[in-house]
Antibody
């Protein structure tokens, strides 16, 4: 079955960087895009970025542009999200999710989430 | 950026009742709208895409309608497992955006 398994929780200091992985299985990796969404404690969903696993094209949320990079490793069917210059308001659960197609931009299933805590 | 406004913020209903959730877009998005369900401590799950298509495995009591700027998610008869938060999402244009969510709680 299709699975997205994310890396474990992280605690980072302000100004540091974090890289979250999303290892996929159960399908052809390059046939479905991947998106990243975060959720601050008690808040709603915030879209961050999307990557085409087929050709590497990316789109980023304007407010995160310059601080976030999403990449893929097709040899291991794994997607990555790196967020730099962390601030306290980056504390959130970070999710990866699979596109319904190459570029459908509807997402299911989702990874289990990775809690990133930014604290001094 | 396309803003999605969901209403009401909270819906208090009893099992067996009908739930009607609204999502309004700040500009026309054709039928490029999806609905997700999120339960506490869990990742979201896709319910509806392209405004009215049920995702795989989603029960028939969930239905979506609308086009342009006004969209509705209807749960025809609430089951105990349907009490959750529901989000809409648009894919008409970048950046992708989510609504603020509607919490369906037990009355």
């Amino acid at each position: 079955q299709v699975q997205l398994v994310q890396s474990g929780a992280e605690v980072k200091k302000p100004g540091a960087s974090v890289k979250v992985s999303c290892k996929t299985s159960g399908y052809t990796f390059t046939s479905f895009g991947i998106t990243w969404v975060r959720q601050a404690p008690g808040q709603g969903l915030e879209w961050m970025a999307w990557i085409s696993t087929y050709n590497g094209n990316t789109n980023y949320a304007q407010k995160l542009q310059g601080r976030v990079t999403v990449t893929t490793d097709t040899s291991t069917s794994t997607a990555y999200m790196e967020l730099r210059s962390l601030r306290s308001d980056d504390t959130a659960v970070y999710y990866c999710a699979r596109d319904l197609g190459v570029t459908w931009r509807w997402f299911d299933p989702w990874g289990q989430g990775t809690l990133v805590t930014v604290s001094s | 950026e396309i803003v999605l406004t969901q209403s009401p913020a909270t819906l208090s209903l009893s099992p067996g009742e009908r739930a009607t959730l609204s999502c309004r877009a700040s500009q026309s998005i054709s039928n490029f709208l999806a609905w997700y369900q999120q339960k506490p401590g869990q990742a979201p799950r896709l319910l509806i895409y392209d405004a009215s298509n049920r995702a795989t495995g989603i029960p028939a009591r969930f239905s979506g309608s609308g086009s342009g700027t006004d969209f509705t998610l209807t749960i025809s008869s609430l089951e105990p497992e349907d009490f959750a938060v529901y989000y809409c999402q648009q894919r008409n244009d970048w950046p992708l955006t989510f609504g603020g969510g509607t919490k369906v709680e037990i009355k």
